[in-house]
């Protein structure tokens, strides 16, 4: 299985910008695709999509919110981070399954 | 417009079966593949497996031969049953639709779940 590595917690402050980054122990690239997703969490609530292989943001999701990353090695920024954006986010690979998720990153304010 | 709601109990006994139903509107089973995703308490995200579009499913192999994945297509619902419970499997049960192709680009993402069905498994 493939396994993704994310850093427990961030803290950052209102307006900051935050990097979340998600590491692979296998390539997730694939004839040109990167396949890792992105997802924010909040308490009680299903997971939402943000950004899909690796960089796309999804419908609807503010542009504050992007990705990018290839091979192993994956990043999720918030820029400028605001009060709404404490969650948990989670990273997904769909190159082979089972489907993987990180254990998550909870991103707090200072 | 697209919905996913699992309905199932709160309460199971060690050792007995789990059933999970996903009812899903506003999308066909035949075109999205339904997968399971579940969430322990204060934990992440795990995936169980997946119903595809074509009826084929796909297991979690750390679920071994306990999980099964079944369909109505009539009545656009995905089961889930798994057998054998124990404590570790007290979690929030989600169902989730997989869309691989949207307009002919490649997105391979869950971009709609259901709200989950917290399931506690007691001895």
């Known amino acids: 299985d493939i396994v993704l590595t994310q850093s427990p917690a961030l803290a950052v402050s209102l307006g900051q910008r935050a990097t979340i980054s998600c590491k692979t122990n296998?390539?997730?690239?694939?004839?040109?695709?990167?396949?890792m997703h992105w997802y924010q969490q909040k308490p009680g609530q299903q997971p939402k999509l943000l950004i899909y292989l690796a960089s796309n943001l999804a419908s609807g999701i503010p542009a504050r919110f992007s990705g990018r990353g290839s091979g192993t090695d994956f990043t999720l920024t918030i820029d400028p981070v605001e009060a709404d954006d404490t969650a948990t986010y989670y990273c997904q690979q769909s190159r082979n399954l089972p489907n993987t998720f990180g254990a998550g990153t909870k991103l707090e304010l200072k | 417009q697209v919905q996913l709601k699992e309905t199932g109990p709160d309460l199971v006994q060690l050792t007995q079966t789990l059933s999970i139903t996903c009812t899903v509107s506003g999308f066909s089973l035949t075109t999205y593949n339904v997968h399971w995703v579940r969430q322990p308490p204060g934990k992440g995200l795990e995936w169980m497996g997946a119903m595809w579009n074509g009826g084929g499913t796909d297991y979690n192999s750390a679920f071994k031969s306990r999980l099964s994945i079944s369909r109505d297509t009539s009545k656009s619902q995905v089961f889930l049953k798994m057998n054998s419970l124990q404590t570790d499997d007290t979690a929030k049960y989600f169902c989730a639709r997989h869309e691989v192709y949207y307009s002919g680009d490649l997105k391979d993402y869950f971009d709609y779940w259901g709200q989950g069905v917290m399931v506690t498994v007691s001895s």
């Open positions: 296998q390539n997730v690239d694939y004839y040109g695709n990167s396949y």
